[in-house]
């Protein structure tokens, strides 16, 4: 488990020492910019052209030569090494968005599209994942019976030997007890490479899908556009989010420790997701809502799987 920490430690520095950044555009006293109209905290270093007027305007006046920079249809992730994590994640994934957006006319389906795509790519790992989960459901009797059986001993000796009985019940089931961090692994640079694609590609934070302006945060589209489809934005990001984790909660209660523990946990998830999803542009809510009901969906699948195999 301590090495297992110590290699991602490792890898996520690693990553994080070769990377590019996305990078805040600030005025002349280092204030953060943002678009009145929208909210959206504007990006310094975006990776093709504006066309809305406003946009450029404000750009122009803080000197960023954007009559450089290729049209967003144009745009290939070739040009301009930025490091590991932009050049290999963050570009290709704009580019993506944008060739899909560009054939279909709709940068928010483009979205969906491309978190489809690479949810299915990912499939295998997510989906051992959840099969793990369905393994603990079955060894749940056998963990529980040993629970009660070292419920009021609390000698290290007795601990020692808990674990050393838990332990067997997972190898006997194939169960990692890890495993269930690993989801969160995957979803958590997914959702930064998606964050820094939208924030760079005006092409993408301009548009609009279903009436959602993508580039506005739901702040600013509820209190001071007063489109309460933003609402409904929120209450799918939370909903979803909520039967995501609802899973893991229910799966996770057998392993010593660790119920109410995660329930915590997932509970300051939903809070800490539900507050930041009012300052973060329409367009990674889109993308968020997306991935939530591929792994609620993916997670049905695993529990019939299940079922037919009993």
């Known amino acids: 488990m301590k090495k297992q920490?110590?290699?991602f430690i490792i890898i996520l520095l690693c990553i994080l020492t070769l990377t590019g950044c996305t990078k805040t555009l600030k005025d002349s006293e280092k204030n953060v910019i943002t678009n009145p109209k929208t909210g959206q905290s504007l990006t310094e270093n975006i990776i093709c052209k504006p066309t809305d007027k406003n946009i450029i305007k404000i750009y122009k006046e803080n000197n960023i030569k954007i009559s450089k920079l290729p049209t967003c249809e144009k745009f290939t992730p070739l040009n301009n090494y930025e490091g590991l994590w932009t050049s290999l994640f963050v570009k290709p994934l704009a580019w993506l968005i944008i060739k899909i957006g560009t054939q279909i006319k709709n940068y928010g389906f483009s979205i969906i599209i491309t978190c489809l795509i690479i949810r299915l790519i990912l499939m295998p790992i997510t989906k051992k994942t959840a099969m793990q989960s369905e393994n603990m459901k079955i060894a749940q009797p056998e963990i529980e019976k040993i629970q009660k059986k070292y419920k009021n001993k609390d000698t290290k000796e007795a601990q020692t030997m808990q674990a050393q009985e838990l332990m067997q019940v997972y190898q006997k089931y194939k169960i990692n007890p890890v495993s269930g961090c690993l989801l969160a692994f995957i979803q958590l640079p997914l959702l930064l490479a998606?964050?820094?694609a939208i924030n760079r590609t005006p092409a993408i934070f301009e548009d609009y899908f279903?009436?959602?302006q993508m580039g506005t945060t739901p702040m600013v589209g509820i209190f001071t556009n007063h489109n309460?489809?933003?609402?409904?934005?929120?209450?799918?990001?939370l909903a979803t989010t909520y039967f995501s984790f609802r899973k893991t909660l229910k799966d996770q209660s057998g392993v010593a420790g660790q119920a109410s523990q995660m329930k915590y946990t997932i509970y300051f998830m939903l809070v800490f997701i539900l507050i930041a999803s009012f300052?973060?542009?329409a367009a990674i809510g889109i993308y968020w809502v997306t991935s939530s009901l591929f792994t609620i969906f993916q997670?049905?699948?695993?529990e019939k799987i299940k079922k037919k195999e009993k």
């Open 228 to 237: 309460y489809l933003y609402i409904l934005l929120i209450l799918l990001i």
């Open 299 to 302: 997670n049905k699948m695993v």
């Open 194 to 196: 998606f964050l820094e």
């Open 210 to 212: 279903l009436t959602l």
């Open 279 to 281: 300052s973060l542009p």
């Open 5 to 7: 920490t110590k290699k």
